[in-house]
């Protein structure tokens, strides 16, 4: 999962199901990164919300992930759109899919697309997408 969320050592903390705002939806994964790189207290320097869908992704499904990288900007992060990771997880992207990511004009970390595949019950396979 590091090549998804980055350094476990920086993994704060996470969380599952996460309300969102009043539309009694839930983010599926947030996750906190926090680290003391340049500094000598930990510094959090970023957010990363993740949606996952159980079989291929739609255009709807960034438009979801985006409207909740929005508020945990807002919420959570005082603003700060750069310090949000949007993340979503699928077994399939069509090329609509694939667009619609590249061309989200939320900040400069892009939408990172992981494809996955479950090859039995313990081992499942992730793969980045569009990179």
Do not use: C
Not at 44 to 71: G, H, M
């Amino acid at each position: 999962m590091e090549n998804i969320f980055g350094p476990n050592e920086d993994i704060e903390r996470y969380a599952n199901n996460v309300p969102y705002h009043i539309t009694q939806k839930n983010i599926d994964l947030l996750v906190f990164h926090k680290n003391f790189r340049y500094t000598t207290t930990p510094l959090r320097y970023k957010y990363s919300v993740a949606e996952l869908k159980k079989d291929k992704a739609t255009p709807k499904d960034i438009s979801q992930l985006l409207r909740y990288s929005i508020w945990v900007s807002g919420r959570l992060a005082e603003g700060e759109a750069e310090m949000i990771q949007p993340i979503l997880i699928a077994q399939d992207f069509s090329r609509e899919v694939i667009k619609k990511a590249k061309t989200a004009d939320f900040n400069n970390r892009n939408i990172v697309l992981v494809k996955y595949k479950a090859m039995n019950e313990e081992k499942i396979i992730f793969e980045n997408v569009g990179e």
